[in-house]
């Protein structure tokens, strides 16, 4: 029997169609949108009012986030901003050193084995740039005795406690140069890059292994289907390489219960992975026919710098504003074709990190050079992150057929810092050139890179639409999107990047029942308001999966 | 300790060429080494015995590992079989920054070797004015405790002394040494091994190279063993010395390049013993012999 939903309204993203009242669903499939006379010629029909009141749009699809958004909250966040938990409730952000102090001692107090190393992720230095540096003695506060991580957000930083050093042999003699050190030449606590992080060891791995567990997909999947996504990128995944994280995907995508369809792009240049990419590639192609219902493979992403708030992006000149530069390619450009030729010639999409505009450059002529030689008319290569996009590169990517995913999140969470220390201001207006985008013709979708910031297309909506930092600035009023080019952009969009747009992305027949549903209406509220509406949860392949709290 | 040596330098520089040289002249020295990069592992088939997933068995008793599960681990794998190695090299990435890797070397146990980063001299002004590797070919050099100035054969004399003088110029933190297909002697990159006589280095294809040791029953202290380091001549290349009494903890001088760093270890023969090493018609003994016995001499306090 077909069921019916009655909406307060429907927005479809499907321009001959653009809204209606109701929706039609059979076995997962959309048959139409409409008023209910038009859709009740399909037969037999149940209706279900649950949606009566509600907006419906079509379920949002996340084209760059990773599974560590599920991964790290196996610990405690101390993040600078509020960051939403599986369950539904919101772990607040952390302002102060002595916050910081006061949310250990509280994990401290609630641990019953005194010997157990308290862990916790998402502190982010660059937020305390007016204080002194975190260091040991703020976490020796918290327990003299109890070993202690914190984990940065970057990735590329962890501050210990003294027993953490303790217990891992990390004396004052050794001469590691990621070793924090005060003005004494004594340990301060911080560990910087991996070489130093990994001597306290078991907490180093504890938490480099927290987003291979189940446990990391299942909290994935539940703060995707919180935020309204039905279908979410996993974009860095290891299952080409990986029998483990490959089979513990499938057995849990498999479950009825799970809420969510995952697309997988996996990274074929993962270091010292000796690896004939000619061999993946088929690999690659072979496993896309065993992909299912909610475990989809997309295709390859390859990382090829590091991050602006890093100062480890690269930058063409004039390069960072303030702070020093450790602009760095993770790629050698002299192979970056030869490695992409395979995945590009199986017929594979390709999604490349690029966070500076120099790195980007290179991204560009490569696509272009592999475009001459091997012609692909419909190829949808994103470039990721993207956000330092200059003009003529919008111009060129326009040309090559290249897609761009902005990460508008930064506008939010780095804007201030990207105005007052990374790029400076004109490059910080210039940030995620969404209508310049549009302007040049270059097909644009936007991300969370969640864990870097919580999952949330309302979110990133709202970035591209107002570009309000927390100091209250608007960076580069030029580059605000309305919400329906915004909703366009999370929506159908997204699923055209990861050329799934025939199957999802709008609400039109024939096209998989996946449903967003809102309490409000993201074209008409305030604009300054899409991140506050509700999210009542979705319906995936016409299963509802309600949003958890 | 285990010695720790990466090897640096861009795509096509000579780093496997560089690797495959000190794995057919180690003598005898367990090598365990680590490739940072992608695709295949090239060692020449004639070393290979066997191979096993990722990793290759050679003839010799060296193994050679990618690092499938983080550097850390790839480090306590190899440390962590029967037979572990007594020295690991590192084949780093054409755009790794060698210097972040080279902090693995100086974690509990490990002791830093050196850093080694090769250029090819054929395009040496062109990368280092790279749009996109430039930069970071010019960390790796000024990482590079040793330069080495590869495939001089294939430019002419005018061009090799302009390099060389310009690396010397530009790094002077580095010693730079010209060679073709990267053929140096393994105790100049490597250092000498430690459990073999100090004094020990293969000549014959190395004629360009001299070496100086010192012997002494006496133990000396840390002070005089770190005096004599920082006065060595600019001209050793490598250095590397013990000293011990006979009972209680030992220390270890090692040079290389322009570094020179004194620790404390668990044990070493009673007894002082240092090795240098520098080029032929650059190295004064005589000069090391008066420093070796201004710093240690009896009477000397200290």
């Known amino acids: 029997?077909?069921?019916?939903?009655?909406?307060?309204?429907?927005?479809?993203?499907?321009?001959?169609?653009?809204?209606?009242?109701?929706?039609?669903?059979?076995?997962?499939?959309?048959?139409?949108?409409?008023?209910?006379?038009?859709?009740?010629?399909?037969?037999?029909?149940?209706?279900?009012?649950?949606?009566?009141?509600?907006?419906?749009?079509?379920?949002?699809?996340?084209?760059?986030?990773?599974?560590?958004?599920?991964?790290?909250?196996?610990?405690?966040?101390?993040?600078?901003?509020?960051?939403?938990?599986?369950?539904?409730?919101?772990?607040?952000?952390?302002?102060?050193?002595?916050?910081?102090?006061?949310?250990?001692?509280?994990?401290?107090?609630?641990?019953?084995?005194?010997?157990?190393?308290?862990?916790?992720?998402?502190?982010?230095?660059?937020?305390?740039?007016?204080?002194?540096?975190?260091?040991?003695?703020?976490?020796?506060?918290?327990?003299?005795?109890?070993?202690?991580?914190?984990?940065?957000?970057?990735?590329?930083?962890?501050?210990?406690?003294?027993?953490?050093?303790?217990?891992?042999?990390?004396?004052?003699?050794?001469?590691?140069?990621?070793?924090?050190?005060d003005a004494q030449g004594e340990l301060d606590g911080e560990l910087r890059e991996p070489a130093a992080m990994s001597l306290c060891k078991s907490a180093f791995r504890e938490i480099q292994r927290a987003n291979m567990t189940h446990q990391a997909i299942h909290y994935f999947g539940a703060l995707a289907n919180n935020a309204g996504i039905t279908t979410c990128t996993d974009l860095g995944g290891l299952s080409i390489l990986s029998e483990r994280s490959l089979e513990a995907w499938r057995t849990i995508t498999s479950e009825d219960s799970f809420p969510l369809r995952v697309v997988q792009y996996n990274l074929p240049a993962m270091p010292g992975a000796a690896a004939d990419f000619d061999a993946l590639a088929d690999q690659f192609v072979a496993l896309r026919h065993t992909q299912t219902e909610r475990f989809r493979f997309g295709g390859v992403k390859f990382v090829l710098d590091g991050s602006i708030q890093g100062f480890s992006a690269l930058l063409n000149p004039p390069g960072y504003y303030r702070g020093e530069d450790h602009g760095q390619l993770l790629a050698v450009p002299d192979q970056l074709k030869a490695w992409l030729l395979p995945f590009h010639r199986a017929g594979l999409s390709i999604h490349l990190h690029c966070n500076g505009n120099r790195t980007q450059d290179l991204a560009i002529e490569t696509i272009e050079q592999l475009l001459k030689e091997v012609p692909a008319p419909d190829h949808r290569h994103t470039i990721t992150h993207a956000q330092l996009t200059t003009q003529a590169q919008l111009r060129k990517m326009a040309k090559l057929g290249l897609c761009a995913n902005f990460f508008t999140n930064h506008l939010w969470y780095w804007g201030d810092q990207h105005y007052e220390i990374t790029v400076g201001p004109e490059r910080a207006n210039a940030l995620e050139p969404c209508a310049s985008a549009l302007r040049e013709g270059v097909s644009f979708s936007f991300h969370s890179d969640a864990g870097v910031t919580p999952l949330g297309p309302l979110h990133t909506m709202w970035c591209a639409v107002n570009r309000v930092t927390p100091k209250g600035r608007i960076l580069g009023p030029a580059e605000r999107i309305t919400p329906a080019q915004a909703l366009k952009a999370a929506t159908i969009d997204a699923a055209y990047q990861l050329h799934m747009d025939a199957e999802i992305g709008s609400l039109e027949a024939g096209k998989a029942a996946d449903f967003t549903i809102l309490e409000d209406d993201p074209l008409n509220v305030d604009p300054m308001a899409i991140r506050d509406i509700g999210v009542w949860g979705t319906v995936l392949r016409g299963r509802p999966c309600k949003a958890a709290g | 300790m285990i010695a720790f040596t990466v090897l640096g330098g861009y795509l096509g520089a000579g780093k496997t060429t560089l690797l495959n040289h000190i794995l057919s002249h180690c003598d005898g020295r367990r090598l365990g080494v680590l490739v940072n990069d992608f695709g295949a592992i090239n060692i020449d088939a004639s070393l290979v015995a066997n191979r096993n997933g990722s990793r290759i068995n050679l003839t010799n008793g060296c193994v050679c590992c990618t690092l499938s599960d983080g550097f850390s681990e790839a480090i306590e794998t190899l440390l962590a079989d029967p037979n572990p190695p007594e020295h690991i090299l590192v084949e780093a990435s054409g755009v790794a920054d060698v210097r972040q890797l080279a902090q693995y070397g100086r974690a509990p146990g490990m002791s830093l070797d050196g850093i080694v980063v090769v250029v090819d001299a054929r395009t040496l002004p062109a990368k280092v004015n790279d749009k996109y590797v430039g930069t970071t070919i010019r960390r790796q050099l000024a990482a590079g405790d040793l330069i080495l100035l590869n495939k001089t054969d294939l430019i002419g004399d005018d061009a090799c002394r302009d390099h060389l003088a310009w690396l010397q110029r530009e790094y002077p933190l580095s010693r730079v040494l010209p060679c073709r297909n990267a053929e140096l002697p393994v105790a100049l990159l490597l250092g000498v091994g430690s459990t073999r006589e100090p004094a020990a280095m293969s000549h014959g294809e190395h004629e360009h190279y001299a070496t100086w040791s010192f012997t002494s029953e006496a133990a000396v202290t840390r002070t005089r063993l770190e005096r004599f380091s920082q006065q060595l001549d600019p001209s050793v290349l490598r250095a590397k010395g013990t000293s011990a009494a006979a009972t209680g903890p030992a220390l270890l001088l090692q040079a290389v390049g322009t570094r020179r760093e004194v620790s404390t270890i668990e044990h070493a023969p009673a007894g002082t013993y240092l090795v240098a090493i520098g080029l032929q018609d650059q190295l004064d003994t005589q000069v090391l012999d008066r420093l070796a016995a201004d710093c240690f001499s009896p009477a000397e306090s200290g």
């Open chain 1, 1 to 181: 029997m077909n069921t019916i939903y009655p909406a307060r309204k429907i927005i479809t993203m499907n321009p001959s169609n653009p809204e209606g009242t109701h929706i039609a669903v059979r076995d997962g499939m959309i048959l139409g949108v409409g008023p209910l006379e038009d859709l009740t010629g399909w037969g037999d029909y149940r209706l279900d009012t649950t949606f009566a009141d509600k907006v419906i749009v079509p379920g949002f699809v996340e084209a760059h986030a990773h599974v560590m958004a599920g991964g790290m909250l196996q610990h405690p966040y101390v993040g600078y901003y509020d960051r939403p938990l599986p369950d539904g409730s919101i772990s607040p952000g952390i302002r102060s050193y002595d916050a910081l102090i006061e949310r250990l001692r509280e994990i401290d107090a609630a641990m019953t084995d005194p010997a157990e190393a308290l862990l916790a992720a998402g502190f982010d230095p660059i937020y305390f740039a007016d204080q002194p540096r975190l260091t040991r003695h703020h976490l020796d506060r918290v327990s003299t005795t109890r070993p202690i991580y914190l984990h940065h957000a970057s990735g590329h930083l962890a501050t210990a406690n003294t027993a953490m050093l303790a217990l891992n042999g990390v004396t004052a003699d050794l001469r590691v140069e990621g070793l924090g050190r």
